[in-house]
């Protein structure tokens, strides 16, 4: 029977607004040294990027590593959302003009590769 706490940790909203806050925060100290209102540009653009690749990644998670049978289902949902997350982020912040590009995702993409390692995991051990 899931817990309150299992129900907060799979609802999808809660991961949006964590992504968006934490990586926006990040966004804006790693442009800080431009002036404003560039590192709040790149900030509420990287808040809604993350928020926005939460969700795509936490469902793109959950239907391949339902659907990937054996070792597969273990390294291909992680590889796909590092793939997507850095294609995005790299192009988005590029046209939109942030100054600090690569300080601006690394933290974003250390922790799509975390995030989408952990929870694909985390389905997967209660799949079984």
């Known amino acids: ?19 968006f ?20 540009i790149a900030g509420v653009l990287q808040g809604i990027l993350s928020a926005l690749i939460t969700l795509f990644l936490k469902r793109m998670i959950e239907a ?17 959302a590092v793939a997507v997350s850095l ?5 988005i912040h590029w046209i939109a003009g942030t100054p600090e590009i690569l300080r601006t995702i690394v933290v974003p993409l250390s922790v799509t590769a975390i995030y989408a390692t952990s929870y694909n995991l985390a389905l997967r051990r209660m799949a079984t």
């Open 1 to 19: 029977m899931p817990t309150a706490t299992t129900a907060k940790a799979r609802n999808s909203a809660v991961h949006m607004t964590v992504a």
């Open 21 to 40: 806050i934490a990586m926006g925060s990040w966004a804006t100290f790693a442009n800080l040294a431009h002036a404003m209102p560039r590192p709040l």
């Open 64 to 80: 391949l590593s339902a659907r990937l049978p054996g070792s597969a289902g273990y390294w291909v949902p992680p590889v796909v």
């Open 87 to 91: 294609s995005l982020l790299s192009s």
